[in-house]
Structures are given as C-alpha cells and as structure tokens.
C-alpha cells in the first residue's frame, strides 16, 4: 500500500484509534444504563436508574395517519421489550398550538425522549429548545425542525425522488408531457421530493417536460378534482407524479375514469399498502416505499440507548440524522415487498 493511501500512519493512525476507544466507551456507558453489574452482589440487572422508576418517552404525530400510526408501531415493538418504557402516542390534531402544549406537558412531567413530527419546522423550535435545556432528547421524524436536537429519522424525500423521476421517464420512453400533484408550499418534504423529481428528470430524461405542478393539498379527493381540470387543459399528458401516494391514487382514479389505466404513467411516494395494491393491479405505475415500520424502530432503538445510557440532550454537540433504505416499488419489484412490511 502506498503512503498516499495509508490513512492510518502517524497522527491520523492515533486518532482513528482514540476515536475507536471513545466510541467503545460511549457504547460501554450505553449498555450500563439499562443494565449494571451490582457492586455488592457482581449479578447483572436493571440500572439503579432505570428501577427509580420507567422511562417516560412519547410520540407527537401531526395528526393520525397511516405513516404515523406505522411509525408508532415500530416504536412500540421496540419500547414494550425494554419493560422499563412507558410509552404513548400523542395527537397534535394538526395544529401548532396543540403540539407545543403537549411538549409543554411532556417537559414538566420528565419524560426523558420526545418523538416529534412537527407541523412547523420554525414553530416548534423554542419547544424543542426548551425539552433540550431540561436534559430532555428529541428525534424528529420525516419533517426536520430548524433548533437542533438529538436525531432525524427521515424518509429518503430527495434521492428516493430522483429515481423515480429515473423509472417514471423509462416507463415514458424518455419523453412527454407531465404534471406534479403537489403539496402546500411551506413544507420541506415537498421541495425535498419536487426538486428530486425535477433534477432527477434533469439528469436521466431531459426530454421529459413539465408542463403543471399544482397543489391537491395531500388529497386523493382533491387530487381527483386538480387532475381532471388538467387533462382537459392538457390532452397529451402522458404522466402524473403525485409527491404522496393518496395524490397519486386520486389520478390512478381518474385514469379509471376515463379509460386511461395503462396509457397514463402515474408514480406516487411513500409506500403505503393501498398504493402497492395498485401497483399490483395494473393501475399505479410505482411509488418509492419505505418500511416505516422500521423508521419507527430505528427511531425507537436510537432513544433506548439515549436514555438507558443515561445520555442528556446537553450532550449532543450536532444533530444525527438517518436517511431510511427504500424500493422504487413497479410492476417488475413490488412483489419483494412482503406483507409483514406493509402499512
């Protein structure tokens, strides 16, 4: 080996290997939290601090949805066998108000992890600072909020948008008109999934045009209306990508309709099991899945080690953040995706 390519001489060589013992050590103090060794005894069981009583962690949904309700499974998974978590899912009802009193009510009864899908990444800031100064961790998940905290967990909303932007213009033959069903502006996951598909129409079809991006505001129903005015405008439309699955599924609808099942390519996001179903049946073209169940897992395990570690919020000198593996599920891949994985 070259000394061009030998990263481990000298002081890179000491800090690779102090950088390994530091991170034994953390992982070491993690274990310990949820189980020490009694110094009188030698047996090994629950922390002191954990038998002080459980561990109190919560999830704050936007509102019930089928992502959220699957990510608060996973989490569930995790958290019951810990038997030292209580653990609740919380409702913000869609309003910022809500959300910021439930973290309120969290902070002042101790709870020592907070799961956050905020509704406002700017709103929900000083709560989060807040849970932070009160040695209190939170994992956001999906939508980022602009104070840093202990961890992201996220779909991958960009790149999972430049390949299907890849497999919707493969699907077209690498031209034609399309439209974007889009979501309000205002919210990071859709600039994150609209600017993956538009650069990655850029960069592996750029034949392919767009000729309307309108809002259907997450709605199948609406989405149903906002495609219907489109194709009257636009006759030659040959695709639709909607930024969520129910969006898409409102145009598989339409396409229903008007007896253009198989001629329009219509790609959804997210993954749910009615949109695989769809696929499956010849209607939706493809969606980007992700296993939210093991979003909410990771997100889970991650807050377990935090706290059985005994690891305050004071301690995390820069935010984690984690980009969750996905299939861009068609015709050819749905069927890799068993139904244990479904949501």
Request: charged share 20%; proline share 3%.
């Amino acid at each position: 080996m070259s000394n061009k390519d030998d990263t481990l001489n000298g002081g890179d060589r000491r800090d690779f290997l102090k950088g390994l013992a530091l991170g034994s050590a953390a992982l070491g103090a993690a274990g310990a939290g949820l189980f020490g060794v009694d110094p009188k005894t030698g047996s090994i069981g629950p922390s002191s601090a954990m038998a002080a009583g459980n561990i109190k962690m919560a999830f704050i949904q936007w509102q019930p949805h089928t992502v959220s309700s699957a990510w608060s499974k996973g989490m569930e998974e995790v958290l019951k066998t810990q038997q030292t978590v209580d653990y609740r899912l919380l409702d913000g009802q869609n309003k910022v108000e809500v959300q910021v009193s439930l973290m309120d009510t969290l902070i002042n009864e101790g709870a020592a992890v907070i799961f956050l899908q905020p509704i406002d990444s700017v709103a929900l800031a000083p709560s989060i600072a807040k849970a932070k100064r009160s040695g209190i961790s939170v994992i956001t998940l999906n939508i980022d909020a602009t104070e840093a905290h202990a961890a992201h967990v996220e779909m991958n909303h960009y790149y999972g948008a430049m390949d299907i932007a890849k497999a919707f213009g493969d699907k077209l033959g690498g031209k034609g008109d399309v439209a974007i069903l889009n979501a309000p502006p205002g919210i990071i996951i859709r600039d994150q999934r609209t600017n993956g598909f538009l650069d990655g129409l850029k960069k592996y079809h750029p034949a392919i045009k767009v000729v309307a991006d309108q809002s259907a505001d997450w709605s199948r129903k609406k989405a149903q209306d906002v495609i219907t005015t489109l194709l009257a405008a636009n006759p030659n439309l040959a695709g639709v990508y909607g930024v969520n699955d129910s969006m898409a599924l409102g145009a598989v609808d339409v396409a229903k309709a008007k007896g253009l099942t198989g001629k329009l390519v219509i790609f959804g996001n997210d993954g749910e099991k009615d949109a695989l179903e769809s696929i499956e049946a010849g209607e939706l073209t493809g969606t980007q899945y992700t296993d939210v169940y093991q979003q909410g897992r990771f997100a889970a395990a991650a807050a377990t080690v935090l706290a059985s570690g005994l690891v305050p919020a004071t301690a995390f000198k820069q935010q984690g953040k984690l980009l969750m593996p996905y299939v861009i599920a068609t015709k050819e891949t749905v069927g890799t995706i068993q139904p244990s994985q479904r949501w």
